[in-house]
Nanobody, 115 residues
C-alpha cells in the first residue's frame, strides 16, 4: 500500500509560520492531483489545498492567501507553507491523493497554535 509520511508540525504562536512536508511514492506527485487535508478534534477531515500535475492549485477559503502548496517531484515531496497561522488552523494535517484514497492515509503531523 502506498502511504504518505507527513512531518514538520509543531507548536506555533498565532501569526507565526510553519512548513509541512509530505514524502510519498515518486509517481504520486508527478502523475496525480495531490492534496493537503486537516482534521481538528471533533470535526471532519477536510481538504485544505490541492495541486494538479500542471501546477494548478486550489485552496479552501479559510486558508487562501495564507497557505501555499508546492512540490518537488525529484524528491518525491510535497509541502504546505503556513503563514499568519491562527487558532482555527490547529489540527492534524495529512497529505493524500485527490480524491482521497482511504488506504493512503499516513499518521499525519500535528499543528498546535497557542501563545
Amino acid at each position: 500500500q502506498e502511504q504518505f509520511v507527513e512531518s514538520g508540525g509543531g507548536l506555533v504562536q498565532p501569526g507565526g509560520s510553519l512548513k509541512l512536508s509530505c514524502v510519498g511514492p515518486g509517481s504520486a506527485f508527478r502523475d496525480h492531483v495531490m492534496g493537503w487535508y486537516r482534521q481538528a478534534p471533533g470535526k471532519q477531515r477536510n481538504l485544505v489545498a490541492s495541486m494538479a500535475t500542471n501546477g494548478f492549485t486550489t485552496y479552501a477559503d479559510s486558508v487562501k492567501g495564507r497557505f501555499t502548496i508546492s512540490r518537488d517531484n525529484d524528491k518525491n515531496t510535497m509541502f504546505l507553507e503556513m503563514n499568519s497561522v491562527n487558532v482555527e488552523d490547529a489540527a492534524i494535517y495529512y497529505c493524500n491523493y485527490y480524491p482521497r484514497r482511504i488506504s493512503s492515509w499516513g499518521q499525519g503531523t500535528q499543528v498546535s497554535v497557542s501563545s
